[in-house]
């Protein structure tokens, strides 16, 4: 089973940028829709950006649109969510997970994700 691990999580200031990366081993992400979740406490887990296969399309959550970027390197099984202009209420473990393409409704369910990392901590100070 391929295993994502997550990095480049960190504490910024509001207005500041951080860049995640998700990297998987054990085997290639290539076939499979990618995705990034986050939880903050006390809330449950929400969606937030996801990618097609090959990197042609992506959809984003309503808060983050204009401000977060999903990109992948299937050459590097490498996952990047681009983070800008980041808010206070963005502060939460970001998680990124895997998911088999051709499933019926939107991707924006964790249900829909079969694959997880362990998740990364971003803390956006005011």
């Known amino acids: 089973q391929v295993q994502l691990v997550e990095s480049g999580g960190g504490v910024v200031q509001a207005g500041g940028s951080l860049r995640l990366s998700c990297t998987a081993s054990g085997g290639t992400i290539s076939t499979y829709i990618m995705g990034w979740f986050r939880q903050s406490p006390g809330k449950e887990r929400e969606f937030v950006a996801r990618?097609?296969?090959?990197?042609?399309?992506?959809d984003y959550a309503a808060f983050v649109l204009g401000r977060f970027t999903i990109s992948r390197d299937n050459a590097k099984s490498t996952v990047y969510l681009q983070m800008n202009n980041l808010k206070p209420e963005d502060t939460a473990v970001y998680y990124c997970a895997s998911a088999r393409a051709f499933q019926i409704g939107p991707m924006d369910s964790p249900q829909k994700y079969r694959n997880w990392g362990q998740g990364t901590q971003v803390t956006v100070s005011s």
């Open positions: 990618v097609t296969r090959d990197g042609d399309s992506a």
